[in-house]
């Protein structure tokens, strides 16, 4: 019987157990952490063996195969162990996908992938196929692979989880973008992370398809200098293709495979130059997956959007109040700004992964009239905009925050949370925090 060892037991984890006791694997769960209660329950009722704060090196070194959460760093004392030993360490789309004929469609980039992945799936799931939504986001894919029957999954893929594949390749990949974030995982070495994010296609073969933004510089950079067998489907807003996605006097189009699809942009739910990016990618797959131009157009113009992703949460005396709560980097902070259209108040901080906060330099000086900086370290914004901007609070919790902002705000402002920075060091993360900034400004 072989052995199989997870490390961490969170959602990724305990999907990975479940389906490796399916399969027959004998199964141990290690994490360093505490595992949830809600996960222990599932552990204990399947009869996987598990452990919490702390790992066992009898009972991992011993393992055939070993699944490793995306948020365990290589450098891991544990991790650096096993790789010594010469055991497999593998992510969990490696070692779920040999269990499944379903087709997937695996979407990365540093930002947009989440909204990427839900209107994709909301494309498919509208035109009435039968498709999981896994990876990043919402229930574990290992674990609907042995539970569930789809015919297709749309996969939103870290480059965390790309570093642990070796022969995994999606029928259809997607990379919305790249720019610097987790450099901090990735020794501050921008071409090694531009290198994980591109390991999506590196088993990909002449029948599979890579979309992607093709007015991205580190996009455009690698497929220079480097080859992938797949069929290469560009997007862009400023470019135009014989095959591929193009915004034109304000219409998007889309040719693939002699097929053509055209959508007037003000009809497009999403807003934002950056979710037309998004559409474009998401339409080039349903339009690969020979979805009705009719349903595409309906679905693209009901698209609700993505929590803590520029999310209006409400307007108080003519002041909107905005979470974006999602953006944990500085480029996802740049595309917020952007679409600001009114004088902004800015909370903005967090754990910091190596920021570069000068491109940020020309949007804050025409768009923010105030910065509030809410993190435990705040040196590094107050140093970059200490000079641009006339007002900047420190604060270290949401309430005073939130507070704060609605005293610094006149008629017509607008309050955006939108951190450009993990959230590890006051809140649980991301969603704690978005969550943290509805609440507080629902009690305003």
Partial sequence: MKRLVVLGGGESGVGTAILGKKQGYEVFVSDFGKIKESYKEVLIINKIAWEEEKHTEDLILNADVVMKSPGIP????IVQKLIAAGIKVISEIEFAKPFTE??????????????????THHLLKSAGLN???????????AWQVAENKFDAYVLEL????????????PDIAIITNISPDHLDRYEYKYQKYIDSKFRITMNQTE???????????????????????????PFSLTKQFDEGASIN????????????????????????KHNMKNAMAASSVAKLMQIRNATIRESLSNF?????????????????YINDSKATNVNATFFALDSMNVPTVWIVGGVDKGNDYNELMSLVR??????????????????????????????????DAVKTAQRLTEKGDAVLLSPACASFDLFESYEDRGKQFKQAVHNL
């Fill in 74 to 77: 290589e450098k891991s004392p």
């Fill in 102 to 119: 379903a087709l997937t469609i695996g979407i990365t980039g540093s930002n947009g992938k989440t909204t990427t992945t839900m209107l």
């Fill in 131 to 141: 498709v999981g939504l896994g990876g990043n986001i919402g229930k574990s894919f």
């Fill in 158 to 169: 870290s480059s965390f989880q790309l570093d642990g594949i070796i022969d995994y390749r």
């Fill in 207 to 233: 029948s599979d398809y890579l979309i992607y933004d093709a007015d991205d510089e580190a996009i455009a950079e690698w497929l220079k200098n480097n080859t992938t067998k797949a069929k290469l489907i």
């Fill in 249 to 272: 006097n304000n219409k998007m189009e889309i040719k693939i495979n002699q097929e053509e699809f055209t959508m007037e942009t003000e009809y497009i739910a999403l807003e934002g």
């Fill in 304 to 320: 609700q959007g993505v929590e803590h992703r520029l999310e209006k949460v409400l307007k108080i005396q003519n002041v909107q």
């Fill in 366 to 399: 025409e768009k923010v009239k105030a910065i509030i900086c809410l993190g435990v370290d705040n040196h590094k914004i107050i140093n970059a905009f200490g000079n641009v901007v006339d007002i900047m609070v420190e604060v270290n919790n949401m309430n």
